[in-house]
């Protein structure tokens, strides 16, 4: 049975400076699924991406979320549905980890001003899936810049939405945590009682195919392709996309992409 579409584009389009991002674009997100986007610089995937987090207005067409228009949710119920990971954070001020991450639980406070035991648990528990509990403490501008992507990462799992919107999640990661990351992506989306859906930009073809059920390719030219990972992760429609041959070679049960 399909599950009830948890997102949908109805003709978007973008455009920057009169070039077109994206034309037309008609998508649906389901929860359970996890979307790559992919795209050379400047083909407007960050762009795509704020637009879905309400962040910036299409230039045509409708962004709907749970059957609504984006335009129509008000904040704090929007901050409850889906989380937002930019491609970079600046830390002006010396705050701990774990208040940086309890920050994202501010859409459940209402009325109280502290945090509850509930919202503890909860930061504590996504910086320990992030394996950067024992930084806790630490005063957030002294982490590299690797700790720093996970303990955003945290975050952004602190603020339990069934949307995730990252932005480069695996950015400035070593190969170890990059791995661990994507597992605790599939992880969410494959649960079973609540499957998230994500929507995630990467430049790293093989790592987002390891774990994307789906990709949207942006083809830089307002043209786009969407659909699941087999029929659009392809090595000429990757090398259209990409401005660049592609090979893809099969070992056992995996495909590597290679530039040709």
Known sequence: MTSPTLMRTRSVDLTIEGRALVAGLDWDLHPGQLWCVIGRNGAGKSTFLRCLAGLRLPDGGVVELAEKPLSQWALEGLARVRAFLPQGTRDAFGYRVIETVLAARHPYHDTRYWESDTDQETALSALRALDVEALAERDIRT??????????????????????????????????????????????????????????????????????????????????????????????????????????????????????
């Open 143 to 260: 982490l590299s810049g690797g700790e720093r992507q996970r303990v955003a990462i945290a975050a952004v799992l602190a603020q339990d939405t069934p949307l995730l919107l990252l932005d480069e999640p695996a950015n400035a990661l070593d190969l170890a945590h990059q791995v661990s990351v994507m597992r605790l992506l599939d992880e969410l989306c494959a649960n079973s009682e609540s499957p998230k859906a994500i929507v995630m930009v990467s430049h790293d073809l093989n790592l987002a195919h390891s774990v994307a059920s789906h990709a949207l390719l942006l083809m830089g030219d307002g043209g786009w392709r969407a659909g699941p990972v087999a029929e659009v992760m392809t090595a000429p429609i990757l090398s259209q996309c990409l401005g660049h041959p592609i090979e893809i070679i099969t070992h056992e049960n995996r495909s590597i992409f290679i530039p040709a």
